[in-house]
């Protein structure tokens, strides 16, 4: 007899714990609440471009193995742009650089390639290599201090701060620098940039992003299992410190040997009275439309700007809506919790003068969509990294997975991902 799992939510640990629950031979449901898999990565069609947007423009690293490997497996893999080698071209208020791996490939390039940037002084190279280093040996693995307060210990300048450290923190953690969290902060970057290789390249995707997981559903049914979308568990049912029974929506009671949760924190707490409650960081993404081409780049970091990061689409084959709408990008602001309570309106003028101070040529905005994702991750803060430390399961056959379960990671598709692996590792 196979032993039953049920997995609740099917979001990236979800589709993760269900991929390798099939691998590991177990008679498998999936239940999720919407109408698709992908949870906090999705995509649609924009009506008046027919252009496909995301909830928020995802960027992914080589490191991301166990999903990749899950995207080489449903063959969604090639829709993937993977960098040649790391680059990243910065906009300053005045100049831009580049922060690329120089005459070596791998992480000697990139040394070489911070070592001949003129933005810094020697001291500050060699502070910022050294720092580097201190991430490579794992020396901060078990710190319990604030980012901003190390780097400073670690005589990183206020240069470095602001042009290296502080936009990695965002773009990785999505949490200010001030109150970021050293040992996830250091543990991410040891395993990608810092690590080299394939680990450390810039991977975008070339589809929306429920086109880049949807296959995962007919891979289920294809492989018999029972597949319950538009379905909301409610409660469990419990009888000597085991669950016996989940109850759905519409009148729907499963048994199992085990559950797997996938589902978010707050959610997760209604059905076992966890007191569990992360503070949270918003991302607002906005997807511009001009009428003429004045961005040439496939994406650019910027700096000192609520603007964050622009993403080219069209260079990544988002060509739908191209005769019409020729200039088509995608903004991103991170840790936006200055600007979340703001009307959309607000938001697009904001971001519209920065893209004038950015790129001062005349050019008329077409179409637009701003997506304000209030709870985008949890916040990688010290705070949160003590609460965390307390996910226990209450019952002998629940297991938790989700983004916030990992300890060392901050809230990613590979930490959701990795999670649900780790659920089906310890009961396979
Ligand atoms: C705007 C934005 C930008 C981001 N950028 C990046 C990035 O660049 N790189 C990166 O790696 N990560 C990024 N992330 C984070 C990444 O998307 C998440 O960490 C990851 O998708 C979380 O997956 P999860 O499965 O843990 O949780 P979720 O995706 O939240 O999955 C939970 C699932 O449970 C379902 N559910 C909820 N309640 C119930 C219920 N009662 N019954 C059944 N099902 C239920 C939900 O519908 C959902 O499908 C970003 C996130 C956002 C929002």
């Known amino acids: 007899m196979k032993q039953k799992i049920i997995i609740l939510g099917g979001g990236v640990a979800g589709i993760s714990a269900a991929f390798y629950a099939l691998k590991s031979g177990f008679d498998l449901t999936l239940v999720e609440a919407n109408s698709s898999l992908g949870g906090r990565i999705n995509s649609r069609i924009d009506s008046k471009t027919n252009d496909s947007i995301d909830n928020g423009q995802h960027l992914l690293v080589g490191a991301y193995s166990v999903f990749l490997d899950i995207l080489k497996n449903i063959k969604t893999y090639d829709k993937l742009k993977i960098q040649n080698s790391f680059f990243v071209k910065y906009l300053d208020s005045n100049s831009t650089f580049n922060l690329e791996e120089k005459y070596f490939k791998g992480q000697v390039g ?29 020396l901060f693995a078990k710190n319990k201090e604030k980012l901003i307060d190390v780097l400073k210990k670690n005589n990183q300048s206020n240069e470095l701060i602001r042009i290296l450290w502080e936009p990695m923190c965002l773009a990785t953690l999505n949490t200010p620098i001030n109150i970021a969290d050293t040992s996830i902060f250091a543990n991410v970057l040891r395993q990608s940039f810092f690590a080299g290789g394939f680990a450390s390249k810039l991977i975008l995707s070339k589809i929306g992003l429920s086109e880049l997981i949807s296959p995962f559903e007919k891979y289920l049914i294809e492989n018999g299992v029972r597949l319950l979308k538009n379905h909301s568990v409610k409660e469990f049912e419990i009888n000597d410190k085991k669950i016996t029974k989940v109850k759905l929506t519409k009148n729907i009671e499963l048994e199992a040997d085990y559950f797997i949760s996938c589902l978010p924190y707050n959610r997760l707490n209604k059905l076992i009275e966890n007191d569990i409650e992360l503070d949270s960081s918003p991302i607002i993404s906005a997807y511009l439309w001009f009428d003429e081409v004045f961005f040439e780049d496939e994406f650019v970091a910027v700096l000192d700007k609520n603007i964050q990061w622009i993403f080219n689409k069209r260079k990544f084959g988002f060509n739908e809506g191209e005769k019409e709408f020729p200039q088509f990008l995608s903004i991103v602001i991170s840790d936006a919790s200055k600007l979340i309570e703001l009307g959309n309106e607000e938001i697009l003028n904001i971001i519209l003068k920065e893209i004038d101070e950015l790129f001062p040529v005349k050019k008329n905005l077409l179409h637009h969509k701003i997506i304000k994702e209030k709870n985008a991750t949890f916040l990688a803060d010290l705070n949160n990294q003590k609460k965390r430390e307390n996910i226990i399961s209450p019952f002998d056959n629940l297991l938790i997975a989700g983004d916030w379960t990992d300890l060392t990671l901050p809230s990613t598709i590979e930490s959701a991902a990795r999670s649900g692996k780790l659920a089906i590792d310890k009961i396979s």
């Open 110 to 138: 990139l040394l070489f390639g911070l070592l001949l940037l003129n933005k810094f002084t020697f001291n500050e190279k060699i502070s910022a290599i050294n720092f580097i280093l201190k991430i490579k040996l794992n």
